[in-house]
DNA sequence: GCATTATGGATATTTTTTATCTTTAATTAA
DNA sequence: TTAATTAAAGATAAAAAATATCCATAATGC
């Protein structure tokens, strides 16, 4: 039973730290990775826990990893093909946020199951506003994300940060 | 420090209960109030918990709690004012469910404090979602609702649930 | 073969949620 | 005024989930 089967729409600190990371990963020329050190190090996160994140989002098929020297993450598609839910989804699950115990069969005026053919308005209401929720993040792909962080941040720090990408990516011959 | 004072956009199963509860006090008559032990009863779930979502309800001026002989709860204000969304908050908190911990800060090439005004890109684009998943909550109110729950229940059962709150509410004299 | 790097599983810790109980305060009717 | 009733508040306990780390294993390139 991996985290995602058990999630909701409570967002873990761990899709931040995900989302970060392919914020970085997207800047790699293409035949760059990054191996999981100089990730954590990036992010400032430790990289044991960081790991699991990584592994989420191999598994969602959003970055691909190699093993061995030289090995790494890079990402596995384009960046326009992710988005924000993607990440969130691989990171946290795809749960509704809602739990229905359909209390609506229980209690002394309870109704009978095969009187309830529709769902609850309650219920549906969630769903519909989780819709909403989903769609708006959707719609948020990586470039957008990339070039949002990216204006916050000074000429001086953006050089500094493509120096230490040239110094920990591992490039591929 | 309340319960609400943590929670976000998980939904808990407190939620529902007090939705459903909302959704019956809606049907009393203006005169009658409503027992914790006969709203518990009517809903199917234990009532010293229920309690708990009550007393939240009331706190966040949802329902009227009236203590002593023929007490109990009733609606405080009209039901068209009364909003998903309000009960939502009131039972689970309005903290947003994402948590930014200002990543861009740490890390080897992180920011430094005065570098970033705005807020992250990607803290922005989880608000603007969780904007949208209040505002479509928040859209529904309680006829509404009410009249969504009662879509599927048969006229039989109708007038099982009225001839029960003739039996269990409480009605001032 | 050897060094390197991700993977998967197991596990530990902490936090949050869920649930219950007990005491206190308020209200009304007799 | 007294007794019965009912909600409020707080303490606490149990269960579940999130967070964090470690280790043995498998893959990769030299
Ligand atoms: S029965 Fe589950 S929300 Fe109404
Ligand atoms: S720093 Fe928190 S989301 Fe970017």
């Known amino acids: ?9 409570k967002i873990g600190k761990g899709v931040e730290w995900a989302a970060h990371s392919c914020a970085l990963l997207a800047l790699l020329p293409a035949n760059a990775a990054l191996a999981l050190e100089a990730l954590a190090d990036f992010i400032g996160v430790p990289s044991p ?3 699991k994140q990584m592994q989420l989002l191999s598994k969602a098929g959003i970055v691909k990893a190699k093993r ?3 090995g790494g993450y890079k990402l596995a598609r384009l960046p326009e093909t992710i988005s924000l839910w993607d990440i969130t989804g ?5 749960t509704p946020s809602f739990r229905c115990t359909e209390i609506r069969q229980k209690g002394s005026c309870g ?8 769902a ?21 792909k990586l470039p957008e994300l990339v070039a949002g962080i ?8 953006k050089s500094r940060i493509k120096t230490w990408i040239e110094q ?3 490039f591929s011959t």
């Open 1 to 9: 039973m991996t985290r995602a089967d058990f999630s909701d729409m």
């Open 90 to 94: 691989a990171i946290d699950g795809t």
């Open 150 to 157: 990216a204006q916050d941040v000074s000429d001086q720090r």
């Open 68 to 70: 061995g020297v030289a």
């Open 111 to 118: 109704a009978s199951s095969d009187e309830v053919l529709t």
């Open 49 to 51: 826990y960081l790991a």
């Open 168 to 170: 920990n990516a591992a």
């Open 120 to 140: 609850c308005k309650i219920a549906a209401s969630f769903k519909h506003a989780e819709d909403k929720f989903r769609q708006e993040l959707n719609n948020v």
